[in-house]
């Protein structure tokens, strides 16, 4: 079963719902499709029969991050931009569901983000790259992304991930943590529904709270942030 026709596609697969970001081009999270993904993830929440989510995109593009000209032109604009961001990440991050990427190609800024908050990170095999351009860009990195990264990448790539601004190639983001496994981009979703599966099948209640357990002082910095993006936004 597929639906959607918008920036994002979902397909039911037994107890996986594949989630696809396609605008056409290289994937940029604008406010239309964070609102329709984090729909999604509700969606797939409520369901009792889904238990894992597979996110993935479009050719040689998973996500090219935020975009750049709501986020340049400051204001209200860009602050419910970044909420609607971090929103979506807290959701992924402390969801009960299973969460799996396949990405179909370069990851940069916020797609980089989406990959490090699902728990199993395939990407396909070629010349792209991955990781935080902000910092390259003339841009802080924010201290959400900073706090996933903690999470997740290997400490002592850190520096040259973050303030450096550095991105790499599948193969070493698979090395410091962005990925697990770097596949043949034919062979990628059959690869990625292939872990969802066999993730699907473990005990939920056993998975969630072992999850807490693990990501509790990153949740609570997290949702203390978007607190504060809420009271920017409403200024």
């Known amino acids: 079963m597929s639906t959607g026709d918008g920036p994002v596609r979902m397909e039911r ?5 594949v989630l696809t970001l396609d605008d056409g081009k290289l994937n940029v999270l604008g406010a239309e499709m964070l ?3 984090l729909r999604e993830v509700r969606s797939a929440e409520a369901d009792p029969e889904t238990r894992c989510l597979l996110l993935t995109g479009r050719s040689g593009s ?17 602050r419910e931009l970044l909420l609607a961001m971090g929103e979506l990440l807290l959701a992924l991050y402390e969801s009960p569901l299973r969460v799996v ?18 728990d199993r990170r395939l990407g396909a095999e070629g010349p792209f790259r991955i990781g935080f351009s902000e910092v390259a860009r003339g841009m802080p ?5 900073v706090l996933l990264a903690r999470d997740r990448l290997l400490p002592t790539a850190l520096p040259g991930l973050t303030t450096l601004g550095r991105l790499v190639s ?9 990925l697990d496994v770097v596949a043949d981009p034919a062979d990628l979703l059959d690869a990625a529904l292939a872990e969802a599966a066999a993730l699907a099948e473990i005990d939920t209640d056993a998975y969630h709270e072992t999850l807490g357990h693990l990501r509790e ?6 949702r203390a942030d978007l607190v504060r993006l809420r009271g920017g936004a409403g200024s």
């Open 13 to 17: 697969h037994g107890a996986v719902r």
């Open 35 to 37: 609102g329709s993904l």
């Open 62 to 78: 998973f996500s090219a991050g935020l975009d750049l000209a709501v986020l340049g032109s400051g204001g209200s604009a860009a």
């Open 101 to 118: 990427a396949a990405s179909t190609g370069h990851a940069v800024a916020a797609g980089a983000m989406l990959l490090l908050v699902s």
């Open 141 to 145: 990195l924010p201290r959400l992304p």
């Open 170 to 178: 599948p193969v070493e983001a698979a090395r410091i943590g962005f």
């Open 217 to 222: 002082s990153t949740l609570e910095a997290l």
